[in-house]
């Protein structure tokens, strides 16, 4: 039985983070022992982790911190691929590599379009530059779609088609299954179509454009309609503040990071994505997989990619209101049949996810 180790800085309510427990789950328990590597086991998603999962706990949340207690991980010998997510998790992995005296084989992945990352703090100045150094030493190099695949070659100067595409897990039988859970408070309040954005409060996520068209939306709309953005982050106060200048706070809710967002997607008329820039946007593909019609930025990267391309007028420019507003309006008036989105779905799935990097252990490394 082989042994893979995902290896994430913390378990909080992102959408990498997610991945890793959708991976934890979907392993083939015959064949893979899967082991979780955190830099602290706390935040939302500590209590989905499976109970026969082996949980390495590091203790040090900053990554800076993270290559002693790896290097002691690898010489045990605990793992024979350790497959690490995140920038500032790769390169620490890729660190306790070279000082190891011996290491499984390593794959990392790489979750964002790497050209139109800027990052939030200053460390993140220096993702760019150690990535193109340390990514080279890694066994394997994975990105979550084919663009943004193409983009990392380029910016970090990797031999073309190195780096290999495996889509996310995102799509199991479970999905469906919490999205047909009872509906609870603060959903049973909104009447009317409800718009739901998901993500990250931050400049990424790009919520304010999608307020923004809400307000055109509302201000349209002769029937009730109500946004509800479901996520934490640095962008909280902003985001309020604008729908108080709006006077919009009784028709947006921003309620907070929920344990189970699918019942949510279940219950809304239309999903919105809204960023400036994504790898494989995994919120999208749960919603998607709900059933709930969809309307995503052409950002960079994955959207493209997972919209069909017949359902390619559900893209719209990043950042463009009014464009976002129409198209809005547009779909809420003429939603697709849920089951094409369902079908579209298909390969984001679970096993789909687990047998390609099960797959990584057949290949011989770089």
């Given at each position: 039985?082989?042994?893979?180790?995902?290896?994430?800085?913390?378990l909080?309510?992102?959408?990498?983070?997610?991945?890793v427990?959708?991976?934890?789950?979907?392993?083939?328990?015959?064949?893979?022992?899967?082991i979780?590597?955190?830099?602290?086991?706390?935040?939302?998603?500590a209590?989905?982790?499976?109970?026969?999962?082996?949980?390495?706990?590091?203790?040090?949340?900053?990554?800076?911190?993270?290559?002693?207690?790896?290097?002691?991980?690898?010489?045990?010998?605990?793992?024979?691929?350790?497959?690490s997510?995140?920038?500032?998790?790769?390169i620490?992995?890729?660190?306790?590599?070279?000082?190891?005296?011996?290491?499984?084989?390593?794959?990392?992945?790489?979750?964002?379009?790497?050209?139109?990352?800027?990052?939030?703090r200053?460390?993140?100045?220096f993702?760019?530059?150690?990535?193109?150094?340390?990514?080279?030493?890694?066994?394997?190099?994975?990105?979550?779609?084919?663009?943004?695949?193409?983009?990392?070659?380029?910016?970090?100067s990797?031999?073309?088609?190195?780096?290999?595409?495996?889509?996310?897990?995102?799509?199991?039988?479970e999905?469906?299954?919490?999205?047909?859970e009872?509906?609870?408070?603060?959903?049973?309040?909104?009447?009317?179509?409800?718009?739901?954005?998901?993500?990250?409060?931050?400049?990424?996520?790009?919520?304010?454009?999608?307020?923004?068209?809400?307000?055109?939306?509302?201000?349209?709309?002769?029937?009730?309609?109500?946004?509800?953005?479901?996520?934490t982050?640095?962008?909280?106060?902003?985001?309020?503040?604008?729908?108080?200048?709006?006077?919009?706070?009784?028709?947006?809710?921003l309620?907070?990071?929920?344990?189970?967002?699918?019942?949510?997607?279940?219950?809304a008329d239309?999903?919105?994505?809204?960023?400036?820039?994504?790898?494989?946007?995994t919120?999208?593909?749960?919603a998607?997989?709900?059933?709930?019609?969809?309307?995503?930025?052409?950002?960079?990267?994955?959207?493209?990619?997972i919209?069909?391309?017949?359902?390619?007028?559900?893209?719209?420019?990043?950042?463009?209101?009014?464009?976002?507003?129409?198209?809005?309006?547009?779909?809420?008036?003429?939603?697709?049949?849920?089951?094409?989105?369902?079908?579209?779905?298909?390969q984001?799935?679970?096993?789909?996810?687990?047998?390609?990097?099960?797959?990584?252990?057949?290949?011989?490394?770089?």
């Amino acid at each position: 039985m082989k042994r893979i180790a995902n290896f994430i800085p913390s378990l909080s309510g992102g959408g990498a983070e997610r991945v890793v427990v959708n991976l934890l789950h979907a392993f083939d328990r015959t064949t893979v022992r899967p082991i979780l590597i955190t830099g602290t086991t706390s935040g939302p998603f500590a209590n989905k982790i499976p109970k026969d999962v082996e949980v390495i706990d590091l203790k040090t949340p900053r990554m800076r911190h993270a290559t002693r207690p790896l290097i002691k991980i690898m010489e045990s010998q605990c793992a024979d691929l350790l497959v690490s997510h995140l920038s500032h998790a790769n390169i620490a992995t890729l660190r306790a590599a070279r000082k190891a005296s011996r290491r499984p084989a390593i794959a990392v992945v790489e979750h964002m379009t790497m050209s139109a990352y800027r990052g939030q703090r200053f460390s993140d100045l220096f993702i760019k530059p150690l990535a193109r150094r340390y990514y080279p030493e890694a066994d394997h190099v994975i990105s979550v779609s084919y663009d943004a695949a193409r983009d990392l070659e380029q910016v970090l100067s990797l031999p073309a088609n190195s780096v290999k595409t495996i889509y996310n897990p995102v799509v199991s039988p479970e999905l469906e299954k919490h999205a047909n859970e009872q509906v609870r408070s603060p959903l049973k309040q909104f009447s009317g179509k409800l718009v739901l954005g998901v993500g990250r409060l931050s400049k990424q996520k790009d919520f304010s454009t999608l307020i923004q068209a809400f307000s055109k939306l509302h201000a349209q709309s002769k029937s009730p309609v109500h946004l509800a953005i479901l996520g934490t982050g640095e962008q909280q106060a902003t985001l309020e503040a604008l729908i108080a200048r709006l006077d919009l706070t009784q028709a947006i809710t921003l309620a907070g990071f929920q344990d189970n967002p699918y019942v949510w997607m279940k219950r809304a008329d239309l999903f919105v994505l809204s960023s400036r820039w994504e790898a494989l946007p995994t919120a999208l593909i749960e919603a998607m997989a709900c059933g709930t019609n969809v309307i995503s930025t052409d950002c960079p990267s994955g959207p493209r990619e997972i919209v069909p391309e017949r359902f390619h007028r559900h893209l719209v420019p990043v950042g463009d209101v009014d464009c976002l507003a129409a198209q809005m309006q547009q779909i809420l008036s003429d939603p697709v049949d849920p089951q094409e989105w369902i079908t579209a779905t298909r390969q984001f799935s679970f096993v789909h996810a687990a047998n390609a990097y099960s797959d990584l252990l057949n290949h011989k490394s770089k």
